[in-house]
């Protein structure tokens, strides 16, 4: 028996869902954002840096006509957190979706590495995933749903110098997904991750121009990915057009590691 036309058309439909999106000030975050509201989500962007998710908030709602909310604090502190899920929740009394994107990297060799700078990055990455799947696992479980997207890296896959503890907390948060998903699967709720290659940000406009011109170079694609490119996947997984999958790790890399 095939599914009613309709329901196919409107796989991608958001209508009536919230999404909670860290670090969505700026780059991808801001566009995974963007992609949502347009397809129906009421949004609440947490940032580090309140002005600019109140900023990236107020665009979003002018140009989609959804609702958007805005909150400031670090995604590695369990009460701004906390205080984030809460006040989520009173203000829409429900999160059907959570992105985990908030993010930075450092990169140096491994031997000038501070331990500071090592666990700033791990705090980040990976405590700052825990956090938020922890304190909204409970509110989903309950409702018998959810969709939960952690941005982990194509870096978290293969080797570039100068990234080893990025590299590896990025590989934490696809294992972290892994085993999350196997424990939230009998609840409903379903949890994937995203490995982008090299996307056009602020994140990555700090590489020198020979490193992009070498990462264009070995990019089968021939060029750096946009955040607009991370749209699409982010649907795919935050919608029922991926009602069967979970556990999984989607790869958006311009063909790096198919190499
Ligand atoms: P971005 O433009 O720098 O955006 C990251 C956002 O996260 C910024 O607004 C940043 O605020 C915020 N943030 C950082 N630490 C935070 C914290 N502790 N609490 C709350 N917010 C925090 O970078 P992006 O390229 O969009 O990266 C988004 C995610 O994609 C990251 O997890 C990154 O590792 C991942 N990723 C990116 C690429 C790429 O090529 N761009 C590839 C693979 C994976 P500030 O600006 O104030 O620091």
């Not at 000038?112 to 922890?134: I, M, P, Y």
Request: contains cysteine; glycine residues 10%; charged residues 15%.
């Amino acid at each position: 028996m095939l599914p009613p036309a309709n329901e196919v058309r409107q796989l991608h439909d958001l209508s009536g869902k919230v999404a909670m999106v860290t670090g969505a000030g700026s780059g991808l975050g801001r566009a995974m954002a963007w992609g949502m509201a347009c397809n129906g989500a009421d949004i609440v962007i947490v940032d580090q840096d309140a002005a600019k998710a109140r900023a990236c908030a107020d665009e979003i709602a002018a140009g989609s006509g959804r609702k958007t909310m805005s909150l400031g604090g670090d995604v590695s502190a369990e009460d701004d957190v906390r205080a984030a899920v809460m006040a989520a929740l009173a203000g829409f009394g429900r999160v059907d979706i959570l992105v985990n994107n908030a993010g930075h990297n450092i990169r140096k060799p491994v031997s000038q590495f501070s331990v500071d700078e090592f666990d700033s990055l791990h705090n980040v990455h990976v405590r700052g995933t825990f956090l938020f799947c922890k304190h909204l696992s409970e509110h989903m479980q309950q409702r018998g749903s959810g969709s939960i997207i952690n941005i982990s890296s194509m870096l978290g896959l293969i080797a570039a110098p100068g990234v080893a503890p990025y590299a590896a907390a990025k590989a934490a948060i696809a294992a972290f997904s892994r085993v999350f998903a196997l424990e939230m699967a009998p609840h409903g709720v379903r949890v994937n991750a995203i490995a982008p290659g090299y996307i056009d940000t602020p994140l990555t406009r700090t590489h020198p121009d020979e490193v992009r011109a070498r990462i264009i170079n070995v990019t089968p694609m021939g060029r750096f990915g946009l955040p607009r490119e991370l749209i699409g996947p982010m649907l795919f997984l935050a919608s029922e057009a991926s009602s069967f999958v979970t556990g999984t790790t989607l790869l958006v890399d311009g063909g790096w590691t198919a190499q």
